[in-house]
């Protein structure tokens, strides 16, 4: 033995947790090179016992550490399935809020989007009212300046004829040259050039 002490308290505390083992025995399992359970596990009558521990605590302790080698394994796996299932767990909690998260804004979008196309069916319906409305009121108005200007005219042709057939009247009365009586075409061109 050459009498080497590990300064590593996680090792000798591994060594330590077999049976039998104290802190002398650990010092010597450390100085022969086994440091860990899977070695101590895999280590040879011969070379237990050329690091000084008797035939009986080689057995026991070699028995203790294949145990103790065989349940790490599935120790470790029952904490990575534990880790596993927790990390799947809070992802599903995280997706399932993320989904929640983006239903209710597409739901607001959608009401937001509904209010405003019923905002824009209302305004369009209420400019299509003013727009027939004015289009009424355009058409009774023309219909009605075309009425007053069909009497003016009417009224001027009137007037016309009335002041033709004066003018003539006078004339062939004074005894001036005879005009020529105008027909009624002949008054409504004039009527229409004044």
């Not at 033995?1 to 450390?30: C, R, Y």
């Not at 359970?37 to 280590?43: F, H, S, T, Y």
């Not at 203790?64 to 349940?71: H, L, Y």
């Amino acid at each position: 033995m050459s009498g080497k002490k590990s300064d590593d308290k996680s090792t000798f505390n591994t060594l330590t947790s077999l049976p039998g083992v104290g802190k002398t025995t650990a010092e010597k399992l450390i100085a022969a090179g086994y440091t860990t359970l899977a070695k101590v596990a895999r280590a040879s009558m011969k070379g237990l016992a050329a690091a000084g521990l008797s035939e009986a605590l080689s057995r026991k302790i070699v028995a203790a550490a294949g145990n103790k080698a065989k349940k790490a394994p599935a120790k470790a796996k029952a904490a990575a399935k534990k880790a596993v299932s927790k990390t799947s767990t809070k992802a599903k909690k995280t997706a399932s809020k993320a989904t929640k998260v983006i239903i209710d804004k597409s739901a607001v979008t959608r009401k937001r989007n509904a209010a405003a196309t019923k905002k824009a069916r209302a305004i369009a319906t209420v400019t299509k009212a003013s727009s027939k409305k004015v289009l009424s009121k355009t058409k009774s108005s023309a219909t009605k300046t075309a009425s007053k200007a069909k009497a003016t005219a009417k009224k001027a042709t009137k007037k016309t004829v009335k002041k033709t057939a004066t003018t003539a009247k006078k004339a062939a009365d004074s005894g001036r040259k005879m005009i020529k009586s105008p027909t009624l075409a002949e008054i409504i061109k004039r009527a229409k050039n004044k």
